[in-house]
């Protein structure tokens, strides 16, 4: 195929990627972070951003927060919304917190 045949620049912006989710699945939500870990070089993601747009889960609450400091520490943060603000809202408290050159908005599942 011809896409192998395609040469990227070497230099390319950092990326913030930015993951809403409300009351996700243990699994799917931390197979999404992973995912773009393990998918992607390591020197192009700046940071992952978790916006939690006001989920009730409990496995979302400690659990999640202590999943994150003990295996992602310097790469996820997690943001938690007062109160639900739907996807767009989510989105742009997730952009605001980015630093990274670009934006990336993926889904959590």
Same mark, same amino acid.
């Given at each position: &195929?011809?896409?192998?045949? %395609?040469?990227?620049?070497? =230099?390319?912006?950092?990326?913030? %990627?930015?993951?809403?989710?409300? /009351?996700?699945?243990?699994? &799917?939500?931390?197979?999404?972070?992973?995912? %773009?870990? /393990?998918?992607?070089? &390591?020197e192009? @993601?700046?940071?992952?951003?978790? %916006?939690?747009?006001?989920?009730?889960?409990?496995?979302?609450?400690?659990?999640?927060?202590?999943?994150?400091?003990?295996y992602?520490?310097s790469?996820?943060?997690?943001?938690?919304?007062?109160?639900? =603000?739907?996807? @767009?809202?989510a989105?742009?408290?997730?952009?605001?917190?980015?630093?990274?050159?670009?934006?990336?908005?993926?889904?959590?599942?």
């Open positions: &195929p011809r896409c192998k045949a %395609v040469v990227y620049d070497s =230099q390319l912006p950092t990326a913030s %990627v930015v993951i809403i989710f409300t /009351n996700e699945a243990w699994s &799917p939500l931390i197979r999404t972070i992973y995912s %773009v870990l /393990n998918r992607s070089p &390591p192009f @993601i700046h940071e992952i951003i978790l %916006v939690d747009d006001f989920s009730d889960k409990k496995h979302l609450g400690v659990k999640l927060e202590r999943f994150i400091t003990k992602f520490p790469k996820v943060k997690l943001l938690r919304l007062k109160e639900r =603000q739907g996807l @767009i809202r989105r742009l408290t997730g952009a605001r917190a980015a630093t990274g050159d670009v934006l990336i908005f993926l889904d959590s599942h």
